[in-house]
């Protein structure tokens, strides 16, 4: 990828393909910085001015680095990105199957522990957790590169070695964290049906989905007895004769509900 947008269409003139590969990319990059098109080489040259009689293997790891100094916030604030959405994202499993009594316990964590030392019974979400601090870290080494980058003086940048080391480290954090992170916790991550369902028949926030058939007055009554006695929203609706016990059921199935539109 560093190679292809560096390399021009135009045949340069040079012999050797690694040679081609490694200083076309220095030339192409010093022309773009130069403001000029990339394959200008009667302005910068892969030969008379980026190879001047260097070894071939001289021009790889410097190609490389030019490359890599030049991408690496931008790598580095992507890999940022991605750690905070997975971090959310983490933190919302571990929420859905907070419990199991006095928690949400929407979801049931695959048992990847003994169990709690000071709760018997308790499912940890170790492996979420896992997840969050490898991203957290991903998170501080952006600082890291970040700063490196910034340092860097005219062609030179001392900071090449640290940049290198906490960008290639986020790239294994992150990979081996979304690796236990699928193979521990989603493959085996199971639904609490009931728990839900419970959840689904105590809300009073469905007679949101009555509005368009009984109106908003009527709603609004029947949420705040709803809320006031404790009764399920569904017997209210019946007790008070707004719509037949078979239009109340259509209307707030749980598919009706859920996707866009008007439920019923």
Same mark, same amino acid.
């Given at each position: 990828? *560093?190679?292809?947008?560096? *390399?021009?269409?135009? &045949?340069? #003139?040079?012999? %050797? ?6 200083? #076309? ?39 490389? &680095? ?13 890999? &940022? ?12 499993? !571990? ?5 199991? !009594? ?9 048992? !990847? ?15 979420? /957790? ?17 700063? %490196? ?5 005219? #062609? ?5 070695? =640290? ?18 992170? =699928? ?10 049906? #009931? ?6 028949? &105590?809300?009073?926030?469905? =007679? ?30 019946? /007790? ?9 059921? !259509? ?10 539109? *008007?439920?019923?």
């Amino acid at each position: 990828m *560093i190679y292809d947008m560096y *390399i021009s269409t135009e &045949k340069p #003139e040079t012999t %050797g393909i690694a040679v081609v590969s490694g200083f #076309e990319v220095l030339c192409n990059r010093a022309l773009e910085l130069a403001g000029q098109p990339k394959g200008r080489y009667d302005i910068i040259s892969p030969n008379n001015h980026a190879n001047m009689a260097q070894s071939t293997n001289d021009s790889f790891p410097t190609a490389i &680095k030019v490359c890599l100094s030049y991408k690496a916030k931008k790598l580095t604030a992507a890999l &940022k990105t991605t750690a905070l959405v997975l971090i959310k994202m983490a933190n919302d499993f !571990r929420l859905m199957a907070s419990g199991p !009594r006095c928690g949400l316990n929407e979801l049931k964590l695959p048992k !990847r522990q003994p169990g709690s030392s000071i709760m018997p019974g308790k499912v940890n979400p170790v492996i979420a /957790e896992v997840l969050d601090q490898a991203c957290y870290q991903v998170i501080a080494n952006d600082m890291v590169v970040s700063l %490196g980058v910034e340092n860097g003086q005219f #062609e030179l940048n001392v900071m090449e070695p =640290v940049i290198s080391f906490n960008l290639f480290n986020s790239f294994k954090y992150m990979t081996n964290a979304l690796d236990t992170f =699928v193979d521990k916790l989603l493959t085996g991550l199971e639904p609490n049906r #009931e728990q839900c369902q419970e959840w689904l028949d &105590k809300s009073v926030g469905v =007679v949101t989905a009555m509005l368009p058939h009984i109106g908003y007055e009527n709603a609004a009554m029947i949420a705040k007895e709803a809320y006031n006695t404790g009764k399920p929203v569904r017997e209210v609706i019946l /007790e008070k004769n707004l719509v037949s016990r078979s239009d109340m059921e !259509r209307i707030l199935a749980l598919r009706q509900m859920t996707p866009p539109g *008007i439920a019923g």
